[in-house]
């Protein structure tokens, strides 16, 4: 039985409806995702449904929270396996029923992989497990492959930018944006301005501003006052390296791994150069590349590896960093200006735009970027079924007629992808180049 009370007054994500249907199988279901991303939301959004839809037993359902201490005792000091169902019995379960068990933050069990793997194989249909957890890096370690074939993993993003719209209140904004993104583009090949894009321009201009200044983080975008989005910001990063960079990570040189942090907030969009971060730093090389796996393994920043037609080559050539949310970025950095008074705007769109494409692009499309022998570049080329190719520029700036860039223009020339887009302030516009159709989009409609 849950002693928890369930929140009801939650909203909804964009995969509520995909995480539902995993719930009814018999598989381990495990959301991956930073700190305070929403994974507790969504497990509650879930129970909900399950209670008071499925009309589920209410008696079937037991909550661990790991993050309380006693409750992360408990279930580590069982070393037989069985005396888990067992437990669950004294607790209340009737086992020859489905029992559901959700463990928030599984990452500081010590075997959970055992724990995991022994139940699943031997109460199959009778223990469904639902886990959260706010570290690859701890999961990777602690999860074997002996869990293959036995769990489906969901990753829990901040908000993209029509979950913000939901959390903001904005339904007008919020159905006009479900009219028109970037993946139907894709999928139609066609584009239509729409006839209201004129009037909302300035309301999405201004729910865009907020969000690269802001970010996505649920509990920072139901705030109304600037000021209360900047002390919670500053509390997840405080929270953060407390309980991920201390505590998981077992980082004692908190200044240093500070300063890396820093520094990478101001190159976003730039490739990562290691000598330069390790004399900016004065860390070493190998302490360098510890830290940026471990940013990129608890959600902070995201790696663009380059494109090639020789996939082996990905790999060698310097990456691309960017961060997952423009709200924590903006907090490392400590700045929170407007974006006509800022100097990073353009830095501050591409991450957005990086972080919509990786959060919307269904599960096996690929994101990389490209840069030619001569220099010029794409920022961003998704690799899309069937090895089609689809390049992406960011220009956030306002259009009088479309224009081609010299990077674009050579993309095509070499690849001839079907379509392409140029991302822009307020713009909409489409072209050709040979066989390719060119659409010009505003930002917000990423």
Known sequence: MIDKKIPQDLLPRIFLNSLKEDIKGDEITLL?????????????????????????????????????????????????????PKMLRDKGADLSHKTWVIIDEVQYLDHPSGLLKYVYDHWRGKIKFIVSGSSTLEIKQKFTDRLTGRIHTFHVPTLSFEEYLLFQKQDNLLNKKRESNIFSLIKNKKMEVPSWADVLKNDFLEMVENFCIFGGYPA??????????????????????????????????????????????????????????????????????????????????GMLTPFFTNARLEYIKRPKVYFQDTGLRNTVINNFNNLRDRSDTGH????????????????????????????????????????????????????????????????????????????TRDFWGQSQLNSTKLFWIPVWSI
């Open 32 to 84: 991956l995702g930073a700190r305070q991303t929403g994974k507790s939301s969504l497990i509650f959004l879930v129970l909900n449904w399950l209670l008071q839809e499925e009309k589920k037993d209410p008696s079937q359902f037991f909550y661990f929270d790991l993050e309380n201490i006693i409750e992360a005792e408990t279930l580590n000091q069982i070393r037989n396996f069985d005396d888990f």
């Open 220 to 301: 920072v975008a139901l705030k109304e006052l600037p000021l209360k989005r900047k002390t919670d910001l500053s509390g997840l990063y405080s929270l953060y390296v407390r309980k991920d960079i201390k505590d998981l990570a077992h980082i004692e040189d908190i200044k240093g791994f500070n300063n890396l942090v820093g520094m990478l907030a101001h190159q976003v969009g730039s490739l990562i150069n290691e000598s330069e971060l390790s004399n900016g730093t004065g860390l070493s090389r190998p302490t360098i590349r510890k830290y940026l796996s471990i940013l990129e393994n608890t959600f902070v920043t």
């Open 348 to 423: 501050l769109i591409e991450n957005v735009v990086f972080s919509e494409i990786v959060k919307r692009k269904p599960e096996l499309f690929e994101v990389h970027f490209w840069k030619s022998e001569g220099g010029t570049e794409v920022d961003f080329i998704i690799k899309a079924e069937e090895e089609k190719l689809i390049p992406i520029e960011v220009k956030y700036q306002t259009f009088q007629t479309p224009r081609i860039s010299r990077g674009m223009r050579s993309f095509i020339n070499r690849y001839s992808p079907e379509v392409s887009f140029i991302v």
